[in-house]
Nanobody, 121 residues
Framework: VQLQASGGGLVQAGGSLRLSCAASGLTFGGYSMGWFRRAPGKEREFVATISAGGGTYYQHSVKGRFTISRDNAKNTVSLQMSRLKPEDTAVYYC????????????????WGQGTQVTVSS
């Protein structure tokens, strides 16, 4: 199984970025997909998740600014991030889980390598 995240970069506060994650080696339509992030000196935290059927759930601090989506035909999951804030700076990881609505990292069995997002003030 491989999850390949991309799309990170440096952006000014208030700007936007779109992260993508390409999955291979798993039956993509059978997995909930999530995005997590780890800021320097902090624990990895849940950002958003999307079920195989398209149901979504967000961490409170990103709700209304971030949108998670998936394309089951292309085995990809994306995270559109808008109105970015310096506190969104982190390494972002995509992950796959067989558990519907999973928000705990321990519920995710597959992880991508991470992509750095840096938001300058």
């Amino acid at each position: 199984v491989q999850l390949q995240a991309s799309g990170g970069g440096l952006v000014q506060a208030g700007g936007s970025l779109r992260l993508s994650c390409a999955a291979s080696g798993l039956t993509f339509g059978g997995y909930s997909m999530g995005w997590f992030r780890r800021a320097p000196g902090k624990e990895r935290e849940f950002v958003a998740t999307i079920s195989a059927g398209g149901g979504t759930y967000y961490q409170h601090s990103v709700k209304g600014r971030f949108t998670i989506s998936r394309d089951n035909a292309k085995n990809t999951v994306s995270l559109q991030m808008s109105r970015l804030k310096p506190e969104d700076t982190a390494v972002y990881y995509c992950a796959g889980s067989v558990i519907l609505g999973a928000t705990n990292p321990r519920e995710y069995g597959y992880w991508g390598q991470g992509t750095q997002v840096t938001v300058s003030s």
